[in-house]
C-alpha cells in the first residue's frame, strides 16, 4: 500500500499542482467478461467511460467472498496477515479488523486526501 501510495504522489507531484481523485469501486461476483470493455456482449458505458479516462487495475489477488476482500483492500496485506481469512464476519459479530492496522483512507488523509464511504 506505502509503495502504491509512494508511486501517486510521485506521479502527482512532477504532473499536477492538485492530486488527482481516486475512485475505488469493489464489486462482489463481478468477473473478467462482466464489463463491456472486455465482452462487448455486455453494456456497462458507465464504468467504461470511468475506465477509459481513468486507471484499471486488473492483475491482482482478490477472495471469494467479502471480508477477507475488503480487509485485504483496505490494508493492503493479505487475508492470513490481517486476521480476516476465516470467513464472512455477520452482522452482531464483536470482531473486526484490527484496530492498530494503517488502512488505505489512513495513508490517503495522511497525503491530504479526504475520504469517503
Not at 8 to 29: E, R, W
Not at 63 to 72: E, L
Amino acid at each position: 500500500m506505502l509503495l502504491l501510495l509512494s508511486l501517486l504522489s510521485g506521479v502527482v507531484c512532477t504532473v499536477l499542482a492538485q492530486p488527482p481523485n481516486i475512485l475505488v469501486i469493489v464489486a462482489d461476483d463481478l468477473g473478467y467478461n462482466d464489463v463491456s470493455w472486455h465482452n462487448t456482449a455486455v453494456l456497462t458505458p458507465h464504468l467504461a467511460q470511468l475506465a477509459a479516462e481513468g486507471v484499471t487495475l486488473e492483475q491482482h489477488y482478490s477472495q471469494p467472498i467479502c471480508t477477507p476482500t475488503r480487509g485485504a483492500l483496505l490494508t493492503g496485506r493479505y487475508p492470513i496477515n490481517n486476521g480476516l481469512h476465516n470467513g464472512v464476519i455477520e452482522p452482531l459479530i464483536p470482531y473486526g479488523l484490527d484496530t492498530s492496522q494503517t488502512t488505505l483512507p489512513e495513508e490517503l488523509r495522511r497525503a491530504n486526501y479526504t475520504t469517503h464511504i
